[in-house]
């Protein structure tokens, strides 16, 4: 029976186990111009081991597709050495990463997307946020994507993924979950489109085929990963049949052979507090039609994660917010030792303290 420390091989890539960090926007590019900072190269350093799996915080395609200031993007050349170094610190120990790649569509306003209305695939009253020099702020009106908006849209796609690539990533995650622009393109709460795009589910998962497609020109399938969140609502997403939509959007990324799906579980809804007694559906139902390796995120601690891999509805396990504290998780996790408990205060934005200054358990014991 395989179990959280088993081998598995994922797309192109031999891991030696199933311990994932799962992305995570930690606002601390240094700015105006998003440049990776030396403390992001140390956080995801730290957190590489031999054979595992990272996947870099949600990282903007363009201008228009950014919705926090602080938060990471790759579309101009003086992001390239920032890029480089993560790359290279979780190289250095061994590790793989993929660049969660991310339009952030309606959620976002005017100060982040230089000055033009945030984008989405129709136009839909909805309470979401942005983050400006302000603070959280609700977001700015969007203005609906024309059709023939929609090619640059998925080349801006492209062009990021090439760049991952050409900063030395191993591959790129299509961030197609809570709710942002790819979400708001598959859920029918925030897709009214009535041309090719919109109304029935073969129409509303173009978007997320061309990305895809796009993605995989770079890449090849086999280096691609795909993440959604069929119950989520962060981003005032929803869906009218939230089970069918997901399991035809696995049926279509099952038929391009991509590397793994990652899926955000009900446990979790958005608003990043565990919602218990949530069995992990979103994986069971999926799971019949996607039949390459699955990672599921969401709450789990050990005993959820040996869980749902040993029952077989996941093959992986994302892990956030207890990977911020704890650089070794999956030496922690492999030996039953103790965790440094999360700093949430320092989850969105700061320095260095409680984001890359987090002992190893054998650091702190000889401290
Ligand atoms: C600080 C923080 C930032 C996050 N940023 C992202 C992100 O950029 N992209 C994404 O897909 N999910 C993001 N998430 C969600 C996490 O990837 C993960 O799904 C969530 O934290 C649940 O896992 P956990 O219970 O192990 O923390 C973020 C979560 C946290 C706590």
Do not use: C
């Not at 136009?123 to 977001?139: I, S």
């Not at 061309?210 to 005032?236: H, K, M, T, Y």
């Not at 709450?299 to 917010?321: M, T």
């Not at 999956?330 to 984001?355: C, I």
Request: proline share 6%; net charge negative; hydrophobic share 40%.
């Amino acid at each position: 029976m395989s179990n959280l420390f088993s081998p598995i091989k994922v797309g192109a890539y031999d891991l030696s186990h199933r311990v994932v960090l799962a992305p995570m926007t930690r606002l601390r590019t240094n700015q105006p111009d998003d440049i990776p900072s030396k403390m992001m190269a140390d956080f995801y350093g730290q957190r590489a081991s031999r054979g595992g799996l990272e996947i870099v915080e949600g990282v903007s395609i363009s201008i228009t597709a950014r919705s926090y200031l602080g938060a990471a993007s790759f579309f101009h050349d003086g992001q390239v050495a920032g890029w480089k170094a993560v790359a290279n610190a979780v190289h250095a120990k061994g590790g793989r990463v993929f660049m969660q790649l991310i339009h952030g569509g309606r959620q976002s306003h005017v100060e982040m997307t230089g000055g033009v209305a945030p984008l989405a695939p129709s136009v839909v009253p909805f309470e979401g946020v942005a983050l400006t020099k302000n603070g959280f702020v609700p977001a700015s009106p969007h203005r609906a994507i024309e059709l023939e908006e929609i090619p640059g849209i998925i080349e801006e796609f492209r062009v990021a993924a090439q760049r991952a690539k050409d900063a030395g990533f191993d591959g790129v995650e299509l961030h197609g979950a809570n709710g942002y622009l790819v979400d708001q393109f598959i859920q029918d709460g925030s897709n009214k489109r009535t041309d090719a795009y919109g109304g029935p589910i073969e129409n509303r998962v173009r978007f997320l085929r061309e990305a895809v497609e796009a993605l995989i020109s770079v890449w090849g399938a086999d280096r691609v990963g795909v993440r959604i969140s069929p119950s989520g609502e962060w981003g005032d997403l929803s869906d009218s049949n939230p089970e069918a939509t997901f399991s035809y959007v696995a049926k279509v990324l099952d038929g391009y052979k991509i590397a793994y799906l990652h899926v955000i579980e009900p446990r979790i809804k958005g608003d990043d507090t565990l919602h218990a007694g949530h069995p992990p559906v979103a994986s069971s139902y999926l799971r019949p039609y996607f039949k390459g390796p699955i990672i599921a995120a969401g709450g789990f601690d050990r005993d959820g994660a040996q869980a749902i891999i040993e029952k077989g509805d996941a093959d992986l396990v994302a892990f956030g917010r207890h990977f911020t504290s704890n650089p070794d998780l999956p030496y922690r996790l492999q030996h039953n030792l103790p965790l440094t408990p999360y700093v949430r205060a320092a989850f969105w934005g700061g320095d260095e303290k409680n984001y890359s200054d987090f002992p190893t358990y054998e650091e702190a014991q000889v401290a």
